[in-house]
């Protein structure tokens, strides 16, 4: 299937990170996606101006698109914002990455290929053989994997890496995956997704990838993000029978 490719970039105070993640990802996209393609930074009111730098990026690059909202409501909010905009206006393939350059923008390219080769979505996954963490310590390493191993055993997935929001859908998926009735946030928001495929029979599979920490900011991670996830997970158990 061809057809044009959107990244969703959903962001918060991202203004030492966005310009620059901008111009690489629209580098990558360029080579990757003859058909077409399209950067949507979906902006939660940042009061330190990423929307306005998201704006200029837009007025220099027909391929940039902003989507402002007026406050911080959460990650999966942003998410579905913006993939309702990329299906409004034709996109094959929705892919989704964090705007702090822990992804590799060189990454989406083999996102797309996995997908353009038969999976339905393709996750960037740590914790597949080649993939790595190198800059995080034991315990950091420790309590990512025994989240996903957590949501692993609830949920009876084969998948490896969860909780990762590095990610190329299949416009069908997302179409046939019910985006509306999606309540989660955080690592919980990316579980479900993937679960959701699942469920519904698609092929998901994971490329390694090396995640690596910020360059630039500070991170949205907090306990409520974790907590969440653990209440979650069982919950999306129960609403599948």
Same mark, same amino acid.
């Given at each position: 299937?061809?057809?044009?490719?959107?990244?969703?970039?959903?962001?918060?105070?991202?203004?030492?990170?966005?310009?620059?993640?901008?111009?690489?990802?629209?580098?990558?996209?360029?080579? =990757?996606?003859?058909?077409?393609? &399209? @950067?949507?930074? @979906?902006?939660?009111?940042?009061?330190?101006?990423?929307?306005?730098? =998201?704006?200029?990026?837009?007025?220099?690059?027909?391929?940039?698109?902003?989507?402002?909202?007026? &406050?911080?409501? /959460?990650?999966?909010?942003?998410?579905? +914002?913006?993939? /309702?905009?990329?299906?409004?206006?034709?996109? =094959?393939?929705?892919?989704?990455?964090?705007?702090?350059?822990?992804?590799?923008?060189?990454?989406? =390219?083999?996102?797309? #290929?996995? $997908?353009?080769?038969?999976?339905?979505?393709?996750? *960037?996954?740590?914790? $597949?053989? *080649?993939?790595?963490?190198?800059?995080?310590? #034991?315990?950091?390493?420790?309590?990512?994997? !025994? !989240?996903?191993?957590?949501?692993? @055993?609830?949920?009876?997935?084969?998948?490896?890496?969860?909780? /990762?929001?590095?990610?190329?859908?299949?416009?069908? $998926?997302?179409? +046939?995956?019910?985006?509306?009735? $999606?309540?989660?946030? !955080?690592?919980?928001?990316?579980?479900?997704?993937?679960? &959701?495929?699942?469920? &519904?029979?698609?092929?998901?599979?994971?490329?390694?990838?090396?995640?690596?920490?910020?360059?630039?900011?500070?991170?949205?991670?907090? !306990?409520?993000?974790?907590?969440?996830?653990?209440?979650?997970?069982?919950?999306?158990?129960?609403?599948?029978?």
């Amino acid at each position: 299937m061809g057809g044009p490719a959107w990244l969703i970039l959903p962001t918060y105070n991202e203004a030492e990170n966005i310009e620059a993640l901008v111009e690489a990802a629209l580098r990558v996209l360029a080579r =990757a996606v003859p058909e077409g393609h &399209r @950067v949507l930074v @979906v902006d939660d009111g940042s009061p330190d101006g990423t929307g306005e730098i =998201a704006d200029r990026l837009a007025a220099r690059h027909d391929e940039v698109r902003v989507l402002h909202r007026a &406050r911080k409501t /959460g990650l999966g909010r942003a998410y579905l +914002a913006g993939f /309702g905009m990329a299906l409004e206006q034709g996109a =094959a393939y929705v892919l989704e990455m964090d705007s702090d350059f822990s992804h590799d923008p060189e990454d989406l =390219a083999r996102l797309l #290929a996995a $997908v353009r080769g038969g999976a339905d979505l393709a996750l *960037g996954s740590r914790y $597949v053989p *080649g993939g790595d963490v190198p800059e995080w310590h #034991a315990l950091r390493r420790a309590i990512s994997r !025994g !989240g996903c191993w957590y949501a692993q @055993v609830v949920l009876g997935l084969p998948v490896r890496d969860l909780t /990762g929001g590095f990610k190329c859908f299949r416009r069908e $998926v997302l179409e +046939a995956i019910d985006l509306p009735s $999606v309540r989660s946030e !955080g690592y919980a928001f990316q579980i479900e997704l993937t679960y &959701r495929a699942l469920r &519904r029979g698609f092929r998901v599979v994971e490329v390694p990838i090396t995640f690596h920490e910020r360059r630039q900011g500070s991170s949205k991670m907090s !306990g409520r993000i974790a907590l969440e996830a653990i209440v979650r997970v069982p919950q999306m158990r129960l609403r599948a029978r």
